[in-house]
């Protein structure tokens, strides 16, 4: 079994498409750093909330229709983000027999797919959200509106279909020269090699650590 992980490239190399790429990818951290703050305010919010509830029998007011306004934002704001790092679940009982240009056009394949499921799922939720915006739309407690989260849907798979694009761009590259480095996608690794990078990103030098048992006392 593979896994995949982000091709981390130098400042200045990859050329257009890797200056596009670090573009992009420096607002998709952004947008998954508003999703993470929102995950962590929600989890305060539903302490502060139970607190509340038991100690003094005090909930917050609109608690459930602050929960549904926000469950968008922390969940698709991270969408673009989580597909450059090649973190969503990949079926790769195939896969893991293709190598070189096999690989890559069966990768071009599947970006092509996904550009078209998220272009459909892309008017759909703007058509919904403006007919929210439209309607005036808003949760049953304390009335907050609905289009402002709704349209979250859209401007995430917006930036998804971007980075779709910027996939295309780098597997239509590989497909024609298979032996170039892979910009702009996720790199395709072993889990030997996920595992062995997770340890070094923790600060753990292996091969450090394997000299100092050999010559500690025995």
Known sequence: MK???AVG?????????????????????????ISGFGI???MLLGVAQILMR?????????YIDIVEIMMTFLVFLGLAYTER????????IFLNYMKGRTLWLF??????????????????????AIRAYNSGDSTIDIQLLWWPSKMVVPASLALLFIRLLVSLWGYLRLVITPGAMPVGVPEIIDVEEQARR???????????????KADGPR
């Open 40 to 42: 962590f305010a929600m």
């Open 54 to 62: 038991k100690l003094l029998n005090l909930p917050i007011l609109g």
């Open 85 to 92: 790092l090649g973190n969503h679940i990949r079926m790769e």
């Open 198 to 212: 997770d340890v070094e990103a923790a600060g753990v030098d292996l091969n450090g650590n394997e000299e100092g």
């Open 9 to 33: 490239l130098p400042p200045g190399e990859g050329g257009l498409l890797g200056a596009v790429d670090r573009v992009v990818h420096l607002v998709e951290r952004g947008t998954a750093l």
């Open 107 to 128: 990768e071009l394949v599947s970006v092509i797919v996904g550009l078209f499921v998220c272009a459909v799922l892309m008017k759909y939720s703007w058509d919904h």
């Open 3 to 5: 896994g995949t992980t």
